[in-house]
């Protein structure tokens, strides 16, 4: 139980500090009678959060992930990947299943919105 505990206190305070890699106005507060916005941010934490368990960002591409010692990339263009070709299957597959469970907490507040409201989320 003791392990358990310390491995939670671990993943926390990893994701912490991949969380706190991103600009505040990445993580919009949103209202009850918005519609949730597209889970990109906490995709991109994912990513880090991952990349950084691997342990990527002392042989990065990217100067930024090198200079600062923890992944600073992600998806898009926003946030280029220099690392990924240092990803191997594994860690791909872990990516995959992560950001897919993402996307479905996504698609659950977008439909309990519009249980909520009776609307839906965005024209269609």
């Known amino acids: 139980m003791q392990q358990q505990k310390m491995v939670l ?3 926390a305070r990893a994701l912490g500090v991949a969380r706190c890699s991103l600009p505040e106005s990445a993580f919009p507060l949103t209202l009850p009678i918005e519609p949730p ?13 991952l990349a950084n368990e ?13 200079r600062s010692g923890h992944c600073c ?10 690392c990924l070709p240092l990803w191997d299957e594994a860690a791909l ?9 993402l996307m479905i907490g996504w698609v659950c507040q ?11 989320a965005w024209p269609r």
């Open 9 to 11: 206190e671990d993943m």
């Open 37 to 49: 916005p597209w889970s990109r941010a906490e995709m991109v934490v994912m990513y880090r959060f």
């Open 54 to 66: 691997l342990a990527l960002a002392p042989r990065c591409a990217g100067k930024r992930c090198r």
């Open 73 to 82: 990339g992600g998806f898009g263009e926003k946030d280029p990947a220099p």
């Open 93 to 101: 597959d872990r990516l995959r299943v992560a950001c897919a469970a």
């Open 110 to 120: 977008v439909e309990r919105f519009e249980m909520v409201m009776g609307e839906p």
